[in-house]
């Protein structure tokens, strides 16, 4: 093994062809043994906490009977689920690539990359960011001839059209400047950012100050039109493709747009050094509002379509607006796992991880989802591969359209060449926009059994699932200098509607025809089928947190014990399994770069998803299924104003506008607060002897309410203690305490 790995590309070649080196690597994680006998050692805790329960069920018609079963029914509830999570970090492996036995073998043979950026509204995802993503995959080390990037337009906004002619025309300086200096990263606000931090501009001081200058004269361009809200009519005059929105009446109603910008076929298509560009396209597909347009994966079978008609790449990135290429590089890292001779002829994608650029240091709303990055994905990875989140993902074209594997699927990039072309630029438009029409799929196996499915608010994870069931792989690739860089929620409410999206949607692939649960059964590996379930479950998880957060503190303030006293034997399973549970997660946390403090956050947030977004992911479901409701695509914002980005980066909780998520949250906040004050009230009132069995009796309820108190902190600072507009609204608490004392008393009533 360590042979291989110092084998270097060069001495490769001269040995020659029949000495197969290859182009990536797996290994194992250390410590695999240990963590399974740690397993282990939890679900004997496990077990035994369910036989303390089954054990100690009251009998009918004594007190605390039904409560007891509802906390049977959520212990039973987290065991198995914690199985579950098993399968994450039963098998972790990870990967590195070669990149320079790529460059060595394939140089002269790369094959076709086509990248795909979606937006969807100009007005929360600025042009500017879109912009510097786009910038930021022009620019990519990577043959220009080979290189084609689509911006897919939801919104069919010719702001954003503006913006992309702006940007083409500021690339020709952009991609020499990059490739002189070497940029990183290619975006060129984040390189303008990232040297100001390090005032390092010696060597290439006049040509950088003479490429910001070009930038920020752009920026000021875009700023300026998107306050205006309309583009000047000297812009309009100069290019001809804004003569397509004469017919255009509103974002849902208008004919399909596009407009290749850039023509990489086109010999005048050079940047200032002469060097060609990449192609450069930009559509928006007809809208129609009789027609139902399917979001995100509408929009990228639109882009598939009309890609094979201009550059037919065989390899696809598929790129959010907000996510900006953070290595020149990542294209040929790909390769490494699609061009192996040996190891290749079935891995379908590449899922890179990612990071987030506005992420404060204790990352308050958990938007980095550590575990899953640095552990998760990478157990996945070690049963045949990560899911498909959306973003920073590349994809083989043909097993992305619905290709079976097969055992002679080996990439065809050599045979697979971009279309020939004899008509001019206008008239290949002309000839495949209905590609992009809204009745071009109908009675097609678009939406179903080819590109992106239709029907599913996470189309991402649903698609990857359908991937891996007609027998591909995925990769997941981590490395030490991630691939992408995006934007995470900045406001609890953003993060909470996002996550209700996900769990919603993710709850609903357990039941479509692609459902883990029972179609994937042998189609992928038992140990896929329990990570794709953790998160199909995720909205499930409510039904089990949302009674630990309130019965037992309202058993607490009646006095009615839910778990073993302190001096019993079976007071020591609890302790082991929590405290297990925690350090270990603690641990992990720590581990994969996080703070305590971060940890902590994390916690809160998962108590608050759980509580909230999944619970209304949960209902939402259910309703959709029994036929009441349509699922829906609510775009996060990628932008807020001053003062909550300012609060952002003193990590204060931004609470937002009065939704039902945070009626729930501050609801529960209130609940326990008012019984940990009730407890503490009789403890004090009756003093000594009381409190001595009451700590006796009942530590765990104890301390789980102590632990609820204390993690809403914020909540009660934001409700009682601030000012500021990113307080919790006082609507949300009024109505919070209403439904905290008519908890408490129908508690009280009914027991
Ligand atoms: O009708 C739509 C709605 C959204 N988008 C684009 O989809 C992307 C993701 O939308 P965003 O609001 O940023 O959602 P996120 O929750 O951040 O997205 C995650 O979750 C989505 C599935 O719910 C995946 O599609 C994304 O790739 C993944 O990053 C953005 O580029 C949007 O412009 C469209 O193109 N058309
Ligand atoms: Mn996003």
Redesign the pocket.
């Known amino acids: 093994m360590l042979m291989v790995a110092f084998v270097t590309g060069t001495c490769e070649k001269e040995m020659g062809s029949d000495m197969y080196t290859p182009l990536f690597e797996t290994r194992r994680a250390k410590g695999r043994v240990l963590y399974r006998l740690f397993a282990v050692t939890v679900f004997t805790g496990i077990c035994l906490i369910w036989a303390y329960r089954l054990s100690h069920i009251p009998r009918t018609g004594e007190a605390g009977r039904w409560v007891w079963i509802g906390a049977f029914g959520a212990d039973l509830w987290f065991g198995l689920y914690w199985i579950l999570t098993q399968a994450s970090r039963w098998n972790v492996v990870y990967r590195f690539t070669f990149k320079d036995r790529l460059s060595n073998r394939h140089d002269k043979e790369l094959p076709g990359v086509d990248i795909f950026v979606?937006?969807?509204?100009p007005a929360i995802?600025p042009p500017l960011m879109v912009m510097n993503t786009i910038l930021s995959v022009v620019a990519y080390d990577y043959p220009p001839e080979k290189l084609s990037v689509y911006l897919?337009d939801?919104a069919g906004s010719d702001l954003t059209f503006y913006a992309l002619l702006e940007a083409s025309n500021f690339a020709k300086h952009w991609i020499p400047y990059c490739k002189k200096f070497k940029v990183e990263p290619r975006s060129p606000a984040a390189y303008f950012s990232s040297i100001c931090a390090n005032h390092d501009e010696t060597g290439q001081d006049k040509q950088l100050l003479a490429i910001k200058k070009l930038y920020k004269e752009m920026e000021e361009r875009l700023e300026n039109v998107v306050k205006l809200n309309r583009v000047p009519d000297d812009a309009k005059l100069k290019h001809k493709g804004f003569s397509e929105w004469e017919s255009y009446s509103s974002r849902r109603d208008h004919g399909a747009i596009l407009q290749i910008v850039t023509d990489g076929k086109d010999p005048r298509a050079v940047d200032v050094d002469g060097c060609a560009l990449p192609t450069l396209v930009y559509l928006a597909r007809e809208k129609r509002p009789e027609h139902h347009?399917n979001?995100?994966a509408?929009?990228l079978n639109a882009l598939l379509r009309v890609s094979v008609n201009i550059s037919n790449g065989a390899i696809i990135l598929?790129l959010?607006?907000?996510?900006y290429s953070n290595d020149s590089l990542s294209i040929r890292d790909a390769l490494c796992f699609f061009m192996d001779e040996e190891k290749s002829h079935d891995i379908a994608f590449v899922q890179f991880s990612m990071k987030y650029n506005n992420i404060t240091k204790n990352d308050i709303y958990g938007g980095l989802l550590r575990a899953s990055k640095n552990v998760e994905f990478h157990g996945a990875d070690g049963y045949g591969g990560p899911l498909y989140?959306?973003?920073c993902c590349f994809h083989r074209r043909d097993a992305l359209c619905g290709r079976k594997y097969t055992k002679d699927c080996k990439l065809e990039y050599k045979s697979v060449t971009s279309p020939q072309r004899q008509e001019s630029t206008e008239e290949l438009e002309e000839r495949i926009k209905y590609l992009a029409t809204c009745t071009y799929e109908q009675n097609t196996q678009w939406g179903g059994e080819m590109g992106l499915k239709y029907g599913c608010?996470?189309?991402?994870v649903i698609t990857g699932l359908s991937i891996k069931c007609r027998g591909w792989r995925s990769v997941y690739f981590n490395p030490k200098r991630e691939g992408f860089c995006g934007v995470s929620p900045t406001s609890l409410t953003q993060t909470l509607v996002?996550h209700k999206?996900?769990s919603e949607?993710d709850f609903q692939i357990l039941f479509s025809k692609y459902s883990p649960a029972w179609y994937a059964y042998g189609r992928i590996s038992i140990g896929l089928q329990m990570v794709y379930s953790c998160y199909c479950l995720w909205a499930l998880n409510c039904l089990a947190t949302l009674y630990y957060a309130i019965i037992p503190s309202l058993c607490l303030l009646k006095g009615v014990p839910l778990f073993p006293q302190a001096s019993s034997p079976w007071f020591l399973p609890f302790v082991y399994v929590i405290s297990a549970k925690y350090i270990y997660s603690l641990a992990e946390f720590l581990f994969a770069g996080g703070t305590v403090q971060g940890w902590w956050n994390e916690q809160r947030i998962w108590l608050y998803k759980r509580t909230s977004s999944y619970l209304l992911g949960f209902i939402d479901s259910i309703l959709k299924l029994l036929g009441f409701a349509e699922s829906g695509?609510?775009?996060?914002s990628?932008i807020a104003d001053d003062d909550v980005l300012d609060r952002h980066e003193k990590e204060i909780m931004e609470f937002g506008d009065s939704s039902s998520m945070l009626t729930i949250l501050a609801t529960i906040a209130m609940l326990n607060l008012y019984c940990f004050v009730g407890v503490v009230k009789n403890v004090i009132m009756d003093a000594g002897a009381a409190a001595d069995s009451l700590y006796n009796t009942m530590p765990l309820q104890i301390l789980l309410c102590a632990v609820l108190v204390l993690i809403n902190f914020p909540l009660y600072r934001g409700l009682f203690f601030r000012r500021d507009k990113g307080r919790l609204p006082s609507s949300a608490g009024l109505r919070a305490f209403v439904l905290a004392f008519l908890a408490c008393s129908c508690f009280n009533f009914l027991h």
Do not use: L, N, Y
């Open positions: 979606c937006t969807a509204d995802e897919s939801d347009h979001f995100k509408g929009a598929t959010d607006c907000d996510m989140v959306g973003s608010p996470v189309e991402d996002q999206r996900w949607g695509f609510v775009i996060t990628k």
